[in-house]
């Protein structure tokens, strides 16, 4: 997952998403919500508005923090006005 973000950081979100989607298509780290908070933001920042929003739904889904809640909460409200 880091490996995907510092990806990013090179060649774009593009091929983050592509990194984390592998990851996610072999099972691993299905139940992080970390890498469905990842894999939302690759998707928002490519204008994937659907896949952003129920990538940060299932973080959402497996998270208990307070904090963390909130901050996907809003990050799925700040999609309406994309």
Known sequence: LNRAVAVSNVDGAGAG????????GRGELADYSLAHSTRAEFC????LIDEARQSYVRALDLTNQVARRRFLESRIEDLVTL
């Open 17 to 24: 998403l592509a990194i984390v989607n592998d990851i996610l």
């Open 44 to 47: 928002r920042r490519l204008g």
